[in-house]
Structures are given as C-alpha cells and as structure tokens.
C-alpha cells in the first residue's frame, strides 16, 4: 500500500463511523425526500417536477409535451433519482382522484379510481395547471432565493412564493426515517376564510377556525363521520385520524325491492380492490344477507349492493359493511412539516396557516422591495432622458463633435454612467416630442407606484390589508363547493356476528393429542370412532352443533380459549393442530372443549379441591390468548369443567382418594374469575371428579362394558354434608376411575 493510500485512512470506531453516516442518511431524509415545506406544502420532487416544467414552457394555454421529456430534465438537471419514482410523483400531481387541486394537466392514461396504473411515460404527456402557475407566481420577481442544482450546472427555486395554501389544499404523505407525515386535502374557500380571519386576529383559538375549516375536503368526496369535537381535537393537536365512509343510498326498487348504491368511495381506496374485498366476503359466506355487488361505473362511481332478500335490514346491512370493508376507512392527519428554518415539527392548524401567512407577508415585502429597485434604476434613466430632451442641441453637438462623448456628457449634465450609456443609446425615432411627455408620465407614474410601494413595506396594517385583497381574489378564482360531507354518526350499534354466518350442522371433533376438526352434518357419535387418526391418536371429544356456535375450550393452566364454529378446518385428513388457531402452551392440557352459551352455567373445580360457578358469557375470550378464568394454585391444575343442568340443586364431589360428599349447590359462590371455595378436604392426594345434578333423580353412573346399564343412587343422605367435607366410600358399583360418567 503507498503511503498516500495510507495517510487517507482514518482510524475511528465502527459505531460511531456507522452512527455519523446514518445520521447524516437521516436527515437528508427527512429534509430533502418524505416531507413537505409548509410554505408551498411540496417535498423537492414535486417542486423540481413543476420548475423543470416552467422551464419548459408547458403553460396552461401551451401544447403538451411527452412526460419522458419532463422526467428527463428533472433527473438529468434538478433530481438525480430513478426515473420511475419521479415519474410516479408527476402522475399523482395529475390525478384529480388524488389531488385536491391538481398541478399537473395529464393527456393520456395516468391511472384510474380503480386502482390501475398509468401508461409509460413515453405515451403520456402533460402541461401546468393553472393552480400550478399560481403557486409558482412571482418567481422571476426576487421573492425567493435560489440555490444550486446538485451539480452546480443550474439554479433551482428553495420554495415556491405563489400565493395558494398547496400544504393543506392537496395535503401531503410521506414516511421519513423516525418520523411521518399524513395531511388530508382540504377546501381552498374555508382554508381562505380561516386565513383572513386569523389576519384580523392573530390571537384567535384554534377551535373558532374550525368555524372555517370543517375538516377536510376529500377530492373523492365521501362523508365524514366524527363529530366536531374529534375533529377538532385533531387539528389543534395536529394528530388525530378521521372516520370516513363511502356515500350508500337505499334505492328502492318496483315491487317492494331495494338495493344499496355506492356513488363515492372513501380516498385513497382502489374502486377494484373494493369490489374483490365484497365479491370475497359474498364468497366466504361471511356476509350471507348480501347477495351480490355489480359494478356499473362510468366516469361516476356507480357500485350496486344487492341484499340476500328484501326483508333484509338496510341499517344492518350499512353497519356490517362498515365494519368489515374499506367503505369505512380512517385517515390520519399528522400535521408534520419542515418550516421556514427547515426544521421537522408537528403544527396545529392555526399554527401551519400562521406559518404559511407569514411566508406570504414575507413574499409581498420582498417583491415591493424588489419593484422599488427596480423603479429606482426606471427612474435614474427617466431622468437622464429628460436631461437629454431639455438639451438636445448641444447633447447631439457633443455626441457629433466628440471621440468620446460619454466622460462630456457625465460631466457637464451631472449624469450617472447608466443614464450617459442609455442616452448614447436612443433611437432617433425617441427623439420625438411626443416621447418627451410619455416620459414624464411614466415617470408620475413610477414615482406614486414607489410611494405606495414604500408605505407597504413600512406599514404592516397595509400588508395585512393586502394581502386579506389578493386572498379574496384567489378564491374567487379556485374556490368551490365541499365535496366531503360531514354528518357526525350515531353510536354503532351492537351487531349480532352469528346472524351473518350461514347456520350449517357440524360435527366437532377433537383428538386426545389436540387435532380438531369439523365434520358437516350430525354424525352417529359412534361413527366418530371409525374415522382415520394419527398414528398414537385417538377420540377425545366429540358432539353436535352449528357453524354459528362459539365454543370454548378450557386448560388445565386455568384459561379458557373461544373458538368459532364457521372456522374450524374441514374433516379433510385428520384435521389441525387447535394450538394454531391459540396461544396455548405445549405443556398445557386441554381439560374440556364444549358449545359456549351465555345463559349456561358451568362447574368449574382445580385439582386441589377448589371450585365455583360460572356463566358461559364469561367463558368467552376476544383474542388468541384466551382469558384467565381460574386462578390455580401452583402444583394444582383444572380437573374438571361440567355443565350444571337446568334443575340442579346440588353436587356431588369425588376425590382420588376414593371418598365421596353431596352437598347443595347454593353452596357454591357465582365467580367471574377466581380460585373459589372448598368442595372437599383431602389428606392425601386431590379431586378426581365432580358433577351438579337433580337431588330427587339420584346419582346415576354407568356400570360399563357392552351391557349399556345404568345404575342409579336414589338415597344419598349418606353422603351429604356441609361443603368441605372429607366424604366417606361411594356406594357399591361406583366406578373404579372414580369418574361420575
């Protein structure tokens, strides 16, 4: 290695190496790629994409020119990235279904509602827009500054100074490193509104501007559904999301019919991509009282919702669609900007409009400025001309006599070397009288021009004033009507999920190494047993029920877990694992599966003798993880979980130590959750079985083999005693597994 190569080395830690380099990534992330300016509301891509088409002169009353030329300049000169992602910026600045107020006039395919992409933008071509020349008005008058392209071959605008409120008139997304940005379109007119009246009062609370701005104004219309309170906590925090939802209409139709008609659909939703989310819950049974959804758009949105039958509810059919489609959707807002100093910040809705009113205070100053400067210089000439007329004699003598006129003229008229070089440089034609008086007067001119020019630069009520004037003029030319409505909604209404499943009969069947399946239809319980298993596997629990049933299976860990019905795998092969449908852990056993009603009660007792009663709306669990149901003391476990019948009065509890005690039911406490009361005392060893039953019928059990016989204990007084009881021997025939059955 030579020793130059080794004396640019530089010996440094690779974290901090690392950190500096990806600090540096980051910001230029944040500053010059994901988010927008608050002044013009553009991120550099778009504000290059519109400078590069100015340059290229495609004005609104111009001839359109193919997207590649556009894209080719502004990578080749402003924007050295792919030409697909800039391409890709340029056609979302000419969707109307994207942009509020586009800035781009596209020719050709740029995409559609649907989803689709544009054509390549070689078959594509595209102009300004008129919005887009106002945003960029005033550049040629010394109102922003100018900084040098990547190369330094070009200059290219900071910011745009034209006066239209881009950042909240189109909005802006964008995801930077450690931080994003998400701000919806909103309507010119109430930006315009708020704007003039935070000029009058600059004190003003945010919430009186939202008197103005009502939210926001989507360009795919729709209807906005928070009330005014959400909404407005939104905006004075600059972070929130808002409700929206297509626009639905019942039509009804001849004969007593009806059907639903879409006629917006929520922004940023590809119309395709909703059609298939539909056409698939119809498929999957999921929404059975919705029978089919026809797509009959044109440059309208036109989507059709036919209902199963006529006697559907409407209300129920809107809810359930909301729920489960993108016919509701939530937009956020994160009102997260760079402002003048370039610095990343979350901004309140007054605070993004002050932002932007002082930038545009700060343009009408700059470009009086430069006016006066340039009336100044006007006015320098005017006077050397008038010089020259008042002695035109002896200014033609010196001009005919001299060999260098200029150096005479300066000295013996007092003239600057501007007004002795325009003077040398007069047509004979200027020599006229006539011009003599248009000098004059362009020079009254100028100079009132000047005066009013200056009071405006001193005076900040006058800019106040002005602005408030040219403000007016803008919405009169590119204000319109809200597109988005907003009617706050009523409080969604409980919707009874079971009703929107197709009731089918099933057959549920778990394996004793925990495979589950569903079979249709009611088998023969003693089919269940003929069917294939794994190898090592067998039948553990099986019974009818339906595809709208919720089941609930219980551990021995003390969850519970709820599984529904129209979910379980097909009877196909030997099932799956039902640990892939819960967060159940391996060495966890399943104690009992069975059909979850809310009005049940069921028995619930751990190994050591602990139990209670419970509800089987209590059994039920929203997430994988189940719920805790009984708290189970460590070295005990759930041993049993049993139905109580209807006309229970009282339970009967064995222990593995082969002692049995009845004793009433009432006894038992109603627990949510719990590790409830004592069923039985043990010395040695813990529970082994217990069952609610009917006092007056006995105790039945069966007395096993193929015989089918049951055996039935009327009298149990012997065994009855207080809850907690040690018991004594069960009756003769009890079974040796010391299971009721």
Known sequence: MADSDVASVIDTPFDAALSERYLVYALSTITARSLPDVRDGLKPVHRRLLWAMRLLRLDPAGAYKKSARVVGDVIGKYHPHGDQSVYDAMVRL????????????????????????????????????????????????????????????????????????????????????????????????????????????????????????????????????????????????????????????????????????????????????????????????????????????????????????????????????????????????????????????????KEALAAWLSFQIEVLVRRSQVRIGKIDERIELLDGFLVAYLNLDRVIEIIRTGDEPKPVMMAEFSLSDRQAEAILNMRLRSLRKLEEMEIGRERTALAKEREELAKLIESPARQRTRLKRDLQALKEKFGDERRTQIEAAAVAREIDWSAMIEKEPITVILSQRGWIRAMKGHLALEQVSDLKWREGDGPFIHFHAQTTDRLALFASNGRVYTLAGDKLPSARGFGEPVRLFIDLDAEVDIIQLLIARPEMKLLVASSDGKGFITTGEGTLAETRKGKQLVNVRPGARVAVVRAVPANADAVAVVGENRKMVVFSLAELPELGRGQGVTLQRYRDGGLSDAIAFTLDEGLSWALGGESGRVRTESDLSPWRAARGAAGRMPPIGFPRNNRFG
Do not use: C
């Open 94 to 349: 000419a969707q109307d279904f994207a942009l509020r107020y586009p800035l781009v006039d596209g020719q050709g395919n740029f995409g559609n509602i649907d989803g689709d992409n544009a054509a390549a933008y070689r078959y594509t071509e595209a102009k300004l827009t008129a919005v887009a020349m106002q945003l960029m008005a005033g550049l040629d008058e010394g109102t922003v500054d100018f900084r040098p392209t990547y190369n330094g071959e070009e200059e290219e605008p900071e910011v745009f100074p034209g006066l239209f409120p881009n950042l909240l008139a189109n909005g802006a997304s964008g995801i930077a490193v450690g931080m994003a940005t998400s701000i919806p379109p909103h309507n010119v007119g109430e930006l315009i509104d708020a704007a003039a009246e935070l000029i009058d009062n600059p004190k003003v609370d945010d919430r009186v501007l939202m008197q103005f701005v009502k939210g926001p104004d989507f360009p795919t219309g729709g209807i906005l559904v928070d009330d005014e309170d959400t909404i407005a906590r939104a905006y004075v925090s600059g972070r929130g999301s808002f409700r929206l939802r297509a626009r639905i209409e019942k039509v009804a139709e001849k004969g007593g019919g009806w059907h639903l008609l879409v006629s917006e659909i929520p922004y940023g939703v590809p119309k395709a991509k909703l059609i298939e989310e539909i056409a698939q819950l119809i498929a999957d049974k999921k929404l059975p009282i919705l029978a089919d959804v026809r797509d009959e758009s044109d440059e309208q949105v036109r989507l059709v919702l036919e209902p199963r039958a006529r006697t559907v509810d409407s209300e129920l059919l809107l809810e359930s669609l909301y729920r489960l489609t993108d016919l509701e959707i939530r937009f956020p807002l994160n009102l997260n900007v760079l402002d003048a100093s370039r610095t990343p910040g979350v901004m309140s809705l």
